[in-house]
């Protein structure tokens, strides 16, 4: 089962706009993290943000996350057409024994030139 | 150490066959990760290792497939009599003990079963 859910499902925007993506999951957690996974690769890890964190950067990459709301959003900047991928959100569930993260069903991200 | 290594990329089956699968994690990772995902979704858990002990295992993992890493180095992912519905991309990741770090993904294997 997944427990994240992205929203947008999809999102085109224009070479140098930002792109904002939201993942909702259902379980407190240790931490989440977001991937990015260009066509047919595997997946690559962008940004692991705390429980007890609230907000963190990363280059042109800003991540908040709001435990009470379950919620967690990626900001990309001053988007390039190289950031066209897909994005997931992944989930530390904090449940006694769960060792593995859980990951969403992922936004489609277009950078259009 | 390039990273997670898996093989083959992709991988045309006829339906019935066993097919096996390979991933090479990074050396200083003790935790490996399968993961299977298809076309417009996430990846879904599959198993998981930490050396050679295998610690769970997913629901979906019937007892069809069977993974295996021995002396805690290199996995196998083996699917006995494939059906069409196992066609999907086949994802390993390694990572350090804890989930603190992320995990680092192969490219996966695609595997098309018909």
């Known amino acids: 089962s997944q427990q994240g859910e992205e929203d947008p499902q999809a999102l085109s925007i224009q070479e140098g706009e930002n792109a904002t993506m939201n993942c909702s999951y259902k379980?407190?957690?240790?931490?989440l993290q977001w991937y990015r996974q260009n066509s047919g690769r595997g997946l690559v890890h962008l940004i692991l943000?705390?429980?007890?964190?609230r907000e963190k950067h990363s280059g042109r990459l800003r991540v908040t996350l709001d435990t009470s709301k379950k919620s967690s959003s990626l900001l990309i900047t001053a988007s390039r057409a190289a950031d066209t991928a897909s994005y997931f959100c992944?989930?530390?569930?904090?449940?006694?024994?769960?060792?593995?993260?859980?990951f969403g069903q992922g936004t489609r991200l277009t950078i259009n030139p | 150490d390039t990273g997670v290594s898996q093989d083959p990329r992709h991988k045309i089956t006829k339906r019935g066959q066993n097919v096996t699968f390979r991933c090479d994690p990074i050396?200083?990772?003790?935790?490996l990760y399968w993961y299977r995902q298809t076309l417009g979704q996430g990846p879904e858990f599959l198993t998981y290792?930490?050396?050679?002990?295998?610690?769970?295992k997913s629901r979906l993992l019937s007892d069809r497939f069977s993974a295996e890493r021995p002396k805690g180095s290199f996995s196998t992912l083996e699917i006995q009599r494939t059906e069409q519905g196992d066609s999907a991309m086949y994802l390993c990741?390694?990572?350090?003990?804890?989930?603190?770090?992320?995990?680092?993904f192969g490219s996966g294997t695609r595997l098309t079963v018909v």
């Open positions: 990741a390694s990572s350090l003990a804890g989930l603190i770090y992320g995990y680092t």
């Open positions: 379980t407190s957690i240790n931490n």
């Open positions: 943000i705390r429980s007890n964190e």
């Open positions: 992944a989930t530390d569930p904090l449940i006694q024994g769960a060792q593995k993260l859980v």
């Open positions: 050396s200083e990772h003790n935790r």
């Open positions: 290792f930490q050396n050679e002990a295998q610690l769970e």
